[in-house]
């Protein structure tokens, strides 16, 4: 029987899951469950990452241990994960006493290959990512992945022999294993491939700067890099240097292609690196077979940023899990992301998403077909089964699309595979209308085997749906009186004709009722006024409008003075988001320009350079809708169209400005400008406006109409 091993990252205890470990996690998950499914015998290991200067960073300012910041927050992960119904086999912590004795076990096997001496090291070190940068990948000296200062840091370390693995290395990314690719998708291992032949220097896999780790072995004072003790979770987890090494023979390859074991790590492209260099690298020295594949996805994005707790950007599940449940958000992420590609989360696209696959797609549909067939046939499913028919056609068609989506990580495309057969199902109802024909001539033959079609088709649709939202799947199956197996559908299940014939449908309000997003927001908003990137301006208004005295006549932003609070940059966003901050934002930035050049403005502040100018992104904006906010007097929010994208943004010119007058306008935006929370709303730029004299009320700049949305002003 084939063998999976599945792995995900383990996570850094340093904060709390968000969406972007939930992404991963679930990713796993899902494909741990296709592969249950396909009957394979699959072991599916997480777990968390607790050592290392980013966690004892933290305690040292919360004042307690880097183990009791741990103990706090590594259940937070296995709580989430519970709640998300990931089906892990193990959770393996790296504080645990069976990882130590893993990893010591394993440096022993680089200490005898001779690829362990000790030298003295400094460098650039972002404690982020728990990793040197050499100078000239640095932007500004700052970390490419978290925006965040790097630190020089000098010690005497214990270094790996990684320069002698480069020729192994490239032969792996050139051979693959066991005619896969070792790195997937190819770009990230073309980077890969291209990293390693550029030239590999030595590795430091000790430090002697903190003390929070596991103790390196015959070196008093060093502690394991957290990287070469975090990677070997892998193994550790399946008794790696524990003497009972049944798992490791099991799940981890034997490296001479015997026996259908693959061992596949999942991993977000900020940490391929770590898992396609070093630890091949580590496992070739320690003589272990390298892991089958590492499968590698892009970043949820928020505000064109990687989500990160270093940025201060991350959006955590729980509010939409509160009011969407479980299922919704494990398909939102799972069907929103190309896999490989990035992703921008925002609620609106999560919405806008629920609504048509959810509420309106599978939902609506399975409630339609449970109504139709319970008044036609007394509460009970049909009679009579059809073996030749269009739904049975595009089941067949979606079973083969959604495999083959899976073993390629396609994961959006399965989702695809699932809303095309719902589509199918629908389009024959429409096309069959079973509605006239009860009326007409009552329960047929016929009837029966259209609204077994149906049925059957929905069936279908649930058994591939299991593996992204399990719970939903249980439940279309339970409401279309199958019995749902416990440990999971099987492969066998998507055989055409399984329901059965006269048993009890289950009708029940909807499965995913319709999301009104205007109230969504005004909830949400009412409960959490937090802004997203700026902090709420003192002095202002209780809807956050600043009070607005301009004297003199100004190009201003029409999202400030004689708005509301523009953005400020919060603590933690990286400098390059907080440079979009509006060059004209008196009010809120007075004196605030780090360097003061000798030249002044009109109005006598600073004079900027032209390549700090072009740092601001203007763009021509079409608005496409636009509405007052409530409860407030000057604020509009507007739906505007800049090129191929729609955004929302929220401008201070209610007061000059009708919803009418605004429609169809072109207007000018700054489209690079760092979001804020302005009455709850996430305004996504800002829209230029003089600010008249005496009075201060807004006048836009004025667009030609000829000139296309999404052309660049400069
Ligand atoms: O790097 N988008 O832990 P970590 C998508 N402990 N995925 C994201 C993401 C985002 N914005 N943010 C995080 C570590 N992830 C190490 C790993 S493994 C031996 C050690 C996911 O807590 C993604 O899988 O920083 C990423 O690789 C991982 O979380 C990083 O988690």
Same mark, same amino acid.
């Given at each position: 029987?084939?063998?999976?091993?599945?792995t995900t990252?383990? /996570?850094?205890? *340093?904060?709390r899951?968000?969406?972007?470990?939930?992404?991963? #996690?679930v990713?796993?998950?899902?494909?741990?469950?296709?592969?249950?499914?396909?009957?394979?015998?699959v072991?599916?290991?997480?777990?968390?990452?607790?050592?290392?200067?980013?966690?004892?960073?933290v305690?040292?300012?919360?004042?307690?241990?880097?183990?009791?910041?741990?103990?706090?927050?590594?259940p937070t992960?296995q709580?989430?994960?519970k709640?998300?119904?990931?089906? *892990?086999?193990?959770?393996?912590?790296?504080t645990?006493a069976?990882?130590?004795?893993?990893v010591?076990a394993?440096?022993a096997r680089?200490?005898?290959?001779?690829?362990? /001496?000790?030298?003295?090291?400094e460098?650039?070190?972002?404690?982020?990512c728990?990793?040197?940068?050499?100078?000239k990948?640095?932007?500004?000296?700052?970390?490419p992945?978290?925006?965040t200062a790097?630190e020089?840091q000098?010690?005497?370390?214990?270094?790996?022999?990684?320069?002698?693995?480069?020729?192994?290395?490239?032969?792996? /990314?050139e051979?693959?294993?066991?005619?896969?690719p070792?790195v /997937?998708?190819?770009t990230?291992?073309n980077?890969?491939?291209s990293?390693?032949?550029?030239?590999?220097?030595?590795l430091?896999v000790?430090?002697?700067?903190?003390?929070w780790?596991?103790?390196?072995?015959?070196?008093?004072?060093? +502690?394991?890099?957290?990287?070469?003790?975090?990677?070997?979770?892998y193994?550790?987890?399946?008794?790696?240097?524990?003497?009972?090494?049944?798992?490791?023979?099991?799940?981890?390859?034997?490296g001479?292609?015997?026996?259908?074991?693959?061992?596949?790590h999942? +991993?977000?492209?900020d940490?391929?690196?770590?898992?396609?260099?070093?630890?091949p690298?580590?496992?070739?020295?320690?003589?272990v077979?390298?892991?089958?594949?590492?499968?590698?996805?892009?970043?949820?994005l928020?505000?064109?940023?990687?989500m990160?707790?270093?940025?201060g950007?991350?959006?955590?599940p729980?509010?939409?899990?509160?009011?969407?449940?479980?299922?919704?958000?494990?398909w939102?992420?799972?069907?929103?992301m190309?896999f490989?590609?990035?992703?921008?989360?925002?609620?609106?696209?999560?919405?806008?998403?629920?609504?048509?696959?959810?509420?309106?797609?599978?939902?609506?549909?399975?409630?339609?077909?449970?109504?139709m067939?319970?008044d036609?046939?007394?509460g009970?499913t049909?009679?009579?089964?059809?073996?030749?028919?269009e739904?049975m056609?595009?089941?067949?068609k979606?079973?083969?699309d959604?495999?083959?989506?899976?073993?390629?990580?396609?994961l959006?495309?399965?989702?695809?595979?699932?809303?095309?057969? +719902?589509?199918?199902?629908d389009?024959y109802?429409?096309?069959?209308?079973?509605?006239k024909?009860?009326?007409?001539?009552?329960?047929?033959?016929?009837?029966?085997?259209?609204?077994?079609?149906?049925?059957?088709g929905l069936?279908?649709?649930?058994?591939l749906?299991?593996?992204?939202?399990?719970?939903?799947?249980?439940?279309?199956?339970?409401?279309?009186?199958?019995a749902?197996?416990?440990?999971?559908?099987?492969e066998?299940d998507?055989?055409?004709g399984r329901?059965?014939l006269?048993?009890?449908?289950?009708?029940?309000?909807?499965?995913?009722?319709?999301?009104d997003?205007?109230a969504?927001?005004?909830?949400?908003?009412?409960?959490?006024?937090t802004?997203?990137?700026d902090q709420?301006?003192?002095?202002?208004?209780p809807?956050g409008?600043?009070p607005?005295?301009?004297?003199?006549?100004s190009?201003?932003?029409? *999202?400030?003075?004689a708005?509301?609070?523009?953005?400020?940059?919060?603590?933690?966003?990286?400098?390059?988001?907080?440079a979009?901050?509006?060059?004209?934002?008196?009010?809120e930035?007075?004196?605030?320009?780090p360097s003061?050049?000798?030249a002044?403005?009109?109005?006598?502040?600073a004079?900027?350079?032209?390549?700090?100018?072009?740092?601001?992104?203007l763009?021509?904006?079409?608005v496409i809708?636009?509405?007052?906010?409530e409860?407030?007097?000057?604020l509009?929010k507007?739906?505007?169209?800049?090129?191929?994208?729609?955004? #929302?943004?929220?401008?201070?010119?209610?007061?000059?400005?009708?919803?009418?007058?605004?429609?169809g306008?072109?207007? +000018?935006v700054?489209?690079?400008?760092a979001?804020?929370?302005?009455m709850?709303?996430?305004?996504?730029?800002m829209v230029?406006?003089?600010?008249?004299?005496?009075?201060?009320?807004?006048?836009?700049?004025a667009?030609d109409p000829?000139?296309p949305?999404g #052309?660049?002003?400069?």
């Amino acid at each position: 029987m084939p063998r999976r091993y599945l792995t995900t990252p383990i /996570y850094y205890v *340093n904060d709390r899951p968000h969406i972007g470990h939930l992404y991963t #996690t679930v990713v796993a998950d899902a494909l741990a469950r296709f592969h249950r499914f396909l009957g394979e015998d699959v072991r599916f290991l997480t777990g968390t990452d607790e050592h290392g200067q980013k966690i004892e960073k933290v305690a040292r300012a919360e004042g307690t241990t880097p183990q009791a910041v741990a103990d706090r927050n590594a259940p937070t992960f296995q709580r989430l994960w519970k709640r998300f119904e990931v089906g *892990n086999d193990d959770f393996i912590r790296t504080t645990e006493a069976r990882h130590r004795r893993g990893v010591e076990a394993l440096i022993a096997r680089l200490d005898a290959a001779g690829d362990l /001496y000790v030298a003295s090291h400094e460098g650039w070190y972002c404690v982020g990512c728990e990793a040197f940068y050499p100078e000239k990948d640095l932007l500004d000296g700052r970390c490419p992945t978290h925006g965040t200062a790097a630190e020089w840091q000098k010690e005497e370390n214990v270094f790996f022999r990684l320069s002698r693995y480069a020729d192994r290395l490239l032969s792996l /990314y050139e051979k693959g294993v066991d005619g896969r690719p070792f790195v /997937y998708p190819e770009t990230r291992l073309n980077e890969v491939r291209s990293f390693v032949a550029s030239g590999l220097k030595d590795l430091s896999v000790s430090r002697t700067s903190i003390q929070w780790g596991i103790p390196f072995p015959s070196r008093p004072g060093h +502690v394991v890099y957290v990287w070469l003790d975090a990677l070997t979770n892998y193994l550790t987890a399946l008794g790696f240097g524990s003497g009972d090494e049944g798992l490791v023979a099991r799940y981890w390859p034997s490296g001479d292609g015997r026996g259908d074991v693959r061992a596949v790590h999942l +991993v977000g492209k900020d940490i391929l690196r770590f898992h396609a260099v070093y630890w091949p690298a580590f496992l070739m020295s320690a003589g272990v077979p390298v892991p089958s594949q590492v499968v590698s996805h892009g970043w949820w994005l928020r505000d064109q940023m990687k989500m990160s707790k270093s940025v201060g950007n991350v959006v955590r599940p729980d509010d939409l899990v509160e009011s969407f449940g479980v299922d919704a958000l494990r398909w939102h992420l799972l069907a929103e992301m190309a896999f490989g590609q990035d992703a921008s989360f925002s609620d609106e696209s999560f919405l806008a998403r629920y609504n048509a696959d959810l509420a309106n797609g599978l939902g609506n549909t399975l409630s339609r077909v449970v109504r139709m067939a319970a008044d036609a046939f007394g509460g009970k499913t049909p009679s009579e089964r059809c073996d030749d028919n269009e739904v049975m056609r595009a089941a067949a068609k979606a079973a083969s699309d959604w495999r083959r989506a899976f073993e390629s990580y396609r994961l959006q495309e399965a989702a695809d595979a699932i809303r095309a057969l +719902v589509t199918a199902i629908d389009g024959y109802l429409t096309a069959r209308e079973p509605w006239k024909l009860v009326k007409a001539e009552g329960a047929t033959p016929a009837l029966h085997r259209i609204h077994h079609n149906a049925l059957e088709g929905l069936r279908v649709a649930a058994v591939l749906l299991w593996p992204i939202a399990p719970a939903a799947s249980a439940e279309v199956l339970r409401r279309i009186g199958c019995a749902a197996p416990e440990a999971g559908p099987r492969e066998g299940d998507l055989e055409w004709g399984r329901i059965p014939l006269g048993a009890p449908l289950v009708p029940a309000p909807p499965l995913f009722p319709r999301a009104d997003a205007k109230a969504y927001f005004a909830a949400h908003d009412a409960h959490k006024e937090t802004p997203v990137t700026d902090q709420p301006k003192p002095g202002a208004t209780p809807d956050g409008v600043a009070p607005s005295a301009p004297s003199a006549p100004s190009a201003q932003s029409a *999202n400030s003075p004689a708005g509301a609070a523009p953005a400020a940059p919060a603590a933690g966003v990286p400098a390059a988001a907080a440079a979009a901050a509006p060059p004209s934002a008196p009010s809120e930035t007075p004196s605030t320009s780090p360097s003061a050049p000798a030249a002044t403005s009109a109005e006598g502040g600073a004079r900027i350079t032209i390549e700090e100018f072009f740092r601001t992104d203007l763009r021509v904006a079409e608005v496409i809708a636009a509405e007052k906010v409530e409860r407030s007097k000057k604020l509009m929010k507007l739906r505007v169209r800049i090129g191929e994208e729609e955004r #929302t943004l929220v401008a201070g010119i209610a007061t000059a400005y009708s919803p009418e007058q605004l429609v169809g306008r072109k207007v +000018v935006v700054v489209a690079n400008l760092a979001p804020a929370r302005l009455m709850g709303i996430e305004s996504n730029g800002m829209v230029l406006a003089a600010s008249l004299p005496g009075t201060g009320e807004p006048s836009l700049l004025a667009v030609d109409p000829s000139v296309p949305s999404g #052309t660049k002003v400069k």
